[in-house]
């Protein structure tokens, strides 16, 4: 198993690992999508011993109250089935995490199920007078500071790219 940050030669695998996981193309269309207009501020993969894609991690830019603070989002993440269960999630979004860090970033969000993302270090954005523009989503809305200062005098709502708009 190898995880790294992709290359262009593996998006047709993590195009067929996003189909796979999610039974559509929601969020294969939305990786192309945001890969095809510079919006992919990371994407890393988990390969198998024969270079195929199992698992993926994509960041992109947000934004709040309409500020660019050298924030992303996280989503989607994807484990091909046969390989659930063994800590790949974990060690993709840590991959992903530690990298952003290196980078600079200074938060990270995600919508997503907090028994999983805690795990991970991401703790209720709400606690901080933060939410995103999906209703009823206020107890999923996750944040993972990187930075000490992160979170200093910042509140409001958290802007995805439109990409993130559409329906799945």
């Given at each position: 198993m190898l995880i790294r940050v992709e290359i262009p030669i593996d998006a047709p695998g993590i195009d067929a690992l996003l189909r796979r996981s999610f039974n559509g193309n929601g969020e294969a269309d939305l990786v192309k999508d945001l890969r095809e207009d510079g919006l992919l501020t990371l994407g890393v993969v988990?390969?198998?011993?024969?270079?195929?894609?199992?698992?993926?991690?994509?960041?992109?830019?947000?934004?709040?109250?309409?500020?660019?603070?050298q924030w992303v989002g996280l989503a989607p993440l994807a484990v091909d089935e046969a390989y659930r269960g063994q800590g790949l999630a974990k060690q993709l979004v840590y991959e992903g995490l530690d990298s952003l860090n290196e980078f600079g970033y200074a938060a990270v969000v995600t919508l997503g199920e907090p028994a999983l993302y805690g795990r991970f270090g991401f703790v209720p954005a709400a606690q901080f007078d933060l939410r995103c523009a999906w209703p009823d989503t206020e107890v999923y809305f996750l944040i993972h500071p990187l930075a000490d200062d992160a979170l200093n005098g910042v509140s409001g709502l958290v802007e995805y790219h439109e990409h993130f708009n559409r329906e799945f």
């Open positions: 988990a390969t198998d011993d024969e270079g195929q894609v199992v698992g993926y991690a994509a960041f992109s830019p947000v934004a709040v109250e309409g500020e660019e603070l």
